[in-house]
Every structure is written in structure tokens, then in C-alpha cells.
């Protein structure tokens, strides 16, 4: 097995972890303990996640041309989790709104992995050298530890929340 394999098999374990989370947390109803908790959780999984995958993979595919464009999307795409994850945060998790924002963030969180691991992931791989897979190995597991011990939720103000 490559480094690279291994790379997005840690990748792809982070994602079966969200995808646990997203779960849990559709389980969940109104203003509860065990949202709250599930949600900040899965808010700092993504968030800690998101950067040691730039860091790590993205920085590394940009040098690439081949797989500039697939990369920027992806980025893009992360910025766009931010933001709803902030929303979120800021939505009253009792009101009927909380459910269907999380229902429609859900259902895009799954796509972009889905993107990653299907398409992505498999293409990175051809062009992926060993300097490439020893930085980022070395990067990602230390980057999601420091970004995760300073992860938290970062509402936007209650009035700006999304409709």
C-alpha cells in the first residue's frame, strides 16, 4: 500500500466519522443537550479537517495543473461548509428552520465527499510523487490536532442568520 493510499484512507476515516456524526445529529430534535453537543462536535471535526486537508493535500494539488481545478472546487466548497456551519451556529436550534438549514447542509457535506472519494482522491493519486506523500504525512494528522484543539463555533450575530 502507497503513502498516498494511506492518505486518503485517513481522509476517507474522517469522512465515515462525519457521516456518523450527520446521522446522530438527524436523529436529534428541538433545543436539546445532545444536539448541542453532537453539533460542536461535528462543527470542530469539519472545521480542524477542512484546514489539515488543505494544508496537506490541497497545497500539494494546486502544484499539480493537472488537478488545479478539481482542487479549487474542493476549497471553494470547504469555505461554503464554513459558512453554513456558522449559520448554523447562529440559528435558534429549537425553531423548524435549524432542521431544514442542517437537512439542506447535510445533504451538501455528503456530496462533497462523496466528490472527494469518488472522483478526487482517485485522480490525486496518479499524480503524486514520494516528497509529495512524505509532506503529507507528516502534515496532516499534526495540522488536524493543532486546528481541532482550536476549532469553536462562530456564530453569526442571531439577526444575520440565513432565512
Same mark, same amino acid.
Given at each position: 500500500m502507497t503513502e498516498a493510499t494511506e492518505i486518503?484512507?485517513?481522509? +476517507? /476515516? =474522517?469522512h465515515d466519522?462525519?457521516?456518523?456524526?450527520? =446521522? +446522530?445529529?438527524?436523529?436529534? *430534535?428541538?433545543? *436539546?443537550?445532545?444536539?448541542k453537543t453532537l453539533f460542536e462536535e461535528l462543527t470542530k471535526e469539519l472545521k480542524s479537517h477542512a484546514a489539515a486537508e488543505e494544508q496537506a493535500l490541497y497545497s500539494t494539488m494546486l502544484r499539480k495543473p493537472p488537478t488545479t481545478d478539481e482542487t479549487r472546487h474542493s476549497v471553494? @466548497?470547504?469555505?461554503?461548509? =464554513?459558512?453554513?456551519?456558522?449559520?448554523?451556529?447562529a440559528t435558534d436550534m429549537s425553531e423548524g428552520g435549524w432542521l431544514m438549514k442542517f437537512k439542506s447542509f447535510e445533504h451538501r457535506y455528503r456530496h462533497h465527499i462523496d466528490e472527494? #472519494? #469518488?472522483?478526487?482522491?482517485? =485522480?490525486f493519486e496518479k499524480h503524486l510523487d514520494d516528497e509529495d506523500?512524505?509532506?503529507m504525512e507528516r502534515v496532516f494528522e499534526r495540522? +488536524? #490536532?493543532? #486546528? +481541532?484543539?482550536?476549532?469553536?463555533?462562530?456564530? @453569526? /450575530?442571531?439577526?444575520d442568520a440565513k432565512e
Open positions: 486518503f484512507q485517513r481522509l +476517507k /476515516k =474522517d466519522k462525519h457521516r456518523e456524526l450527520l =446521522d +446522530k445529529l438527524l436523529e436529534t *430534535s428541538g433545543d *436539546s443537550a445532545e444536539r471553494a @466548497e470547504h469555505h461554503e461548509i =464554513d459558512e453554513a456551519l456558522n449559520d448554523l451556529a472527494e #472519494e #469518488e472522483d478526487h482522491f482517485p =485522480d506523500r512524505q509532506h495540522r +488536524k #490536532e493543532e #486546528e +481541532k484543539a482550536e476549532a469553536e463555533l462562530t456564530p @453569526e /450575530k442571531k439577526e
